[in-house]
């Protein structure tokens, strides 16, 4: 315990010290605050529309004619953070040679990438919470609403599925820096499969859906169908359901009916009303179960491969 | 096994279907300078990684200062440092802070540790320095800095991939010197891997020499060329113009003579009187010969080493 407490506080320290976490925290204020001056400009119109009293959690889910909502620039964000304190964790170690001397010490192995994945963990909650209380603090003073206790409650929730979303993407990135030398390597497989789960999956899944139950004169079932095709490939990305979860986590009322399909008729039949925040974690528990699924199979993997890797100095 | 820190006995490690260390007994004194000889694959590497417990053996048994590596692979590494071929240190970091570093994994308490990265960094001549971000330093100061960063957990065994490789003469034989007088003073036990044999034979008291995972040779110098060169006691290299086969016959008909080789157009004679007169008075006799050079040889360890991989 004491080695990895002694390796988490060095990468700490290196974290916090290092351009790309001046850069990454520096991306996140400026996307952060254009994000709720949009906001402050739309709350208005945005809370008479709604049928909820949960004004204050529209300062991250509201956007703007151009710019989206805070929402969609932290799904854009979190991997890259993500990706940025996890690409080179092991490799760049192997490069400059240091391993071989830390392997040395008188420390388990796997105290180097529990620490460093600790550390990176720890850098991610910081910068995620941090920008979101800055965010809550300026909502609070610009609309004069306070947020309540549930409000409250479903912003702590929804920073940690941001950090458990992160931590997937940070262990992904781990795993390539555990089995790929060169860390330009490593950062440019992460970002492609960022880039693979980010834009391609819902072409992918749309396109699928369609050839298997074409839209064209469809019956309602096959309408249903090729809704339900597309909702099983999505849900195969940890973007979309990072998406899925804090969008029903934030938006209570009527965002849990894009789950599944639903005709017309139904919603008819509906009274619409928000959902508590019961609920609403009972409609994405299994999307964020799969989240942290992902991230713990992913330093898993990179865990059992780093262990049994034999280190050479050459 | 008092006398010994390292000890194998039948050590094998295999990968795949390749044998890297082929059947290994070897014993290491404690308080000695030990060499380890060999080319690339030889299986150097792989008996240090065994020794600090970084990879298991196949078959066998190691010991390290009456440890286990496998079962007990930490209480090896307190008492054992490493400096591998290429060490590599926090570039942006300096070199109390890399040291420190170095210390808090071992555990060593802060007011203690300053004093130790003190002690050590005097030792190695890099007192004046300490503040110095590493990525500034030379690869002769990175080396030496490395020398403290094992020096850091008072260790009764080091080890050294290559230490002087790449080095200028001038700080290759500082560093020699430290290693002398740390074994002398500290009575560290060393065991050097390296290609550079006149390093070897200089510092080490005992040589062993690998070969396709296997200890091909191993004693100090001097054993390694009696059992190399027929254990005579003079070795003289004579080189002439003529006919070399009429000379060494000649040179055998001689009293004294224990062996004659030839070697182009020169004949290592041994024996065990030095009759390098004699020598010379057979040669000029005969018609139409020149003796050119005659000089009594000290085998030097790379001898012997080129001798056993021309044998293998």
């Not at chain 1, 204020?29 to 204050?56: C, E, P, W």
């Amino acid at each position: 315990m004491r080695s990895i407490l002694t390796i988490y506080r060095k990468e700490l320290s290196d974290y916090f010290s290092s351009k790309k976490f001046l850069i990454l925290l520096g991306l996140v204020y400026i996307t952060g605050l254009t994000s709720i001056y949009v906001a402050i400009q739309n709350i208005r119109a945005a809370a008479q529309s709604s049928t909820d009293a949960l004004v204050f959690l529209k300062l991250f889910t509201t956007s703007g004619d151009v710019l989206p909502s805070f929402l969609y620039f932290l799904s854009f964000f979190i991997p890259i953070i993500g990706i940025v304190f996890g690409f080179d964790a092991i490799n760049s170690e192997k490069s400059s040679k240091n391993l071989s001397r830390l392997l040395s010490q008188p420390i388990y192995r796997d105290s180097i990438i529990n620490g460093k994945f600790l550390a990176g963990i720890t850098t991610m909650t910081i910068i995620v919470s941090s920008i979101i209380l800055v965010i809550a603090g300026i909502g609070l003073r610009v609309i004069g609403v306070p947020p309540s206790a549930e409000e409250i409650l479903r912003i702590i929730i929804f920073i940690a599925i941001c950090v458990c979303y992160g931590t997937f993407w940070m262990s992904l990135a781990m795993l390539f820096s555990v089995v790929l030398d060169k860390t330009a390597t490593s950062i440019l497989t992460s970002v492609a499969i960022w880039i693979f789960f980010f834009f391609f999956v819902q072409i992918i899944a749309s396109a699928i859906a369609n050839a298997m139950a074409p839209l064209e004169n469809a019956s309602l079932a096959t309408q249903i169908r090729n809704f339900n095709i597309g909702l099983g490939i999505n849900r195969l990305s940890p973007s979309y359901l990072f998406m899925e979860s804090i969008t029903i986590l934030l938006i209570p009322s009527g965002s849990h009916l894009f789950l599944r399909a639903i005709t017309t008729s139904d919603i008819s039949n509906m009274i619409l009303s928000p959902l508590s925040l019961g609920q609403s974690l009972i409609q994405v528990w299994p999307q964020i179960i799969a989240i942290i699924a992902l991230a713990i199979i992913c330093f898993a993997i990179s865990y059992v491969v780093f262990i049994k890797q034999e280190i050479r100095s050459t | 096994m008092e006398n010994y820190i390292i000890t194998t006995k039948n050590l094998i490690k295999k990968y795949g279907s390749k044998t890297a260390v082929d059947n290994l007994n070897l014993n290491i004194d404690k308080g000695s300078i030990y060499g380890l000889l060999g080319p690339n694959g030889a299986g150097k590497s792989t008996i240090i990684l065994m020794i600090l417990g970084l990879t298991e053996p196949t078959e066998g048994f190691i010991s390290v200062a009456d440890f286990n590596p496998i079962k007990e692979p930490l209480k090896i590494k307190r008492i054992t440092g490493y400096l591998p071929e290429k060490v590599g240190f926090y570039e942006d970091m300096n070199a109390f802070q890399n040291l420190e570093y170095t210390g808090q994994l071992n555990g060593i308490p802060a007011k203690e540790l300053a004093l130790k990265i003190e002690e050590s960094l005097k030792i190695v001549g890099l007192e004046n320095d300490r503040k110095k971000i590493v990525k500034y330093f030379s690869k002769g100061m990175k080396q030496r800095l490395g020398i403290a960063d094992v020096l850091i957990k008072d260790p009764q065994l080091v080890i050294f991939d290559e230490p002087t490789e790449g080095l200028d003469v001038e700080v290759a034989n500082q560093i020699l010197e430290t290693i002398r007088e740390l074994n002398k003073t500290k009575q560290i036990t060393f065991l050097i891997s390296s290609h550079q044999l006149n390093l070897v034979q200089r510092i080490c008291d005992k040589v062993g020499i690998m070969s396709n995972g296997k200890l091909i040779g191993e004693g100090n110098v001097k054993e390694l060329s009696d059992n190399t060169f027929g254990g005579n006691k003079y070795q003289i290299e004579v080189e002439i113009i003529g006919d070399i086969r009429k000379v060494s016959e000649k040179i055998k008909s001689l009293k004294d003579i224990k062996s004659v080789s030839v070697i182009e157009n020169s004949l290592l004679i041994g024996t065990d009187e030095d009759i390098r007169q004699e020598i010379s008075k057979a040669i000029t006799s005969l018609d139409n010969v020149i003796l050119t050079k005659m000089n009594m040889k000290d085998f030097s360890l790379e001898d012997i080493y080129l001798n056993y991989f021309k044998e293998v």
